[in-house]
């Protein structure tokens, strides 16, 4: 939410039930044309920042910028990990479950990366046995990303330096990708760093923004003053319509109809305008 307070319109998304990456482009198209976006900043992690890449790719007029983080280039290594994806459609939903939490890591954890993981384990436990099946098939599907317009200087890579599920040498494929893409180094984050690490992604998604010429429109805040207390905006004030009204209106959803938006895949962050120390940026 802090995001948003500061005057940027965040929509936080799913990966909705499709069954290859080609779907995914169109339904994901689609989404944005229903909320009258046209271009949009996207900060996925893991398949989110895969599917983040396929539709740049794909789409690259209406993609902007880009912020990845702990993520990959291409999906043969987890196909090959999985042989009996071709009857993942019949499988159980218990034993896709157990399939898909194998990949978090067993044992202690920081408090802080605990309560994530509980989080994100909670939520695979509501998931539909098709949910299940769809976002199985799609790290599966053997595909790989092909060349991006989008220039390094637009991409920022935000890994956590401790354990991931993504191999480091699937990460050391997306540092050769991009050569010139901005660094942030996370020290401790585990696979889930906008759940564990909120306040710093979130200043690194500031930063990020800020570099790719992205400013924040604190006045198209409503509910909230400039110093976080309960009031209006100017707009309400006046008779104005609300904060996600498109395209006189800025908006997009925070990702199309203006470049005041960014799209979002995790929870809500939180705001922290100090320097982190326990991280790095390059």
């Known amino acids: 939410m802090s995001l948003c307070m500061k005057g940027y319109r965040v929509i936080s998304i799913d990966v909705p039930q499709v069954w290859n990456h080609h779907e995914w482009i169109h339904s994901f198209e689609k989404f944005l044309d229903s909320m009258n976006i046209h271009h949009v900043h996207i ?16 789409r690259p007029r209406r993609v902007k910028s880009l912020v990845l983080s702990n993520t990959f280039l291409e999906t043969h290594k987890f196909a090959a990990a999985m042989p009996w994806s071709p009857v993942v459609n019949w499988t159980p939903s218990f034993l896709l479950k157990r399939y898909l939490l194998t990949g978090i890591r ?25 949910d299940l099946s769809s976002r199985l098939m799609l790290n599966v599907n053997v595909a790989s990303v092909g060349s991006l317009m989008l220039p390094d200087s637009l ?21 050769e990708r991009y050569p010139a893409a901005r660094r942030a180094v996370l020290k401790t984050g585990g696979d889930f760093p906008f ?5 710093e992604v979130n200043l690194y998604l500031q930063l990020h923004l800020r570099r790719v010429g992205v400013e924040p429109r604190p006045d198209l805040v409503q509910g909230f003053t400039q110093n976080g207390s309960a009031g209006g905006s100017k707009d309400q004030r006046e ?21 005041h938006d960014v799209q979002y895949c995790g929870s809500d962050l939180h705001d922290s305008d100090e320097p982190i120390p326990t991280s790095t940026i390059y």
């Open 106 to 130: 067993d044992g202690p954890h920081e408090p802080f990366i605990a309560d994530s993981v509980d989080f994100v384990v909670g939520q695979v436990e509501t998931l539909s046995r098709d």
């Open 239 to 259: 008779g104005g319509d609300s904060f996600g009204d498109s395209p006189g209106d800025n908006g997009h959803h925070g990702i199309g109809a203006s470049d």
């Open 155 to 175: 991409i920022t890579i935000m890994d956590t330096n401790d354990y991931s599920a993504v191999p480091q040498q699937l990460k050391d494929q997306l540092y």
């Open 195 to 199: 759940l564990s690490r909120p306040d």
């Open 43 to 58: 900060y996925g992690t893991s398949l989110g920042g895969f599917l983040a890449q396929i539709f740049a790719q794909h």
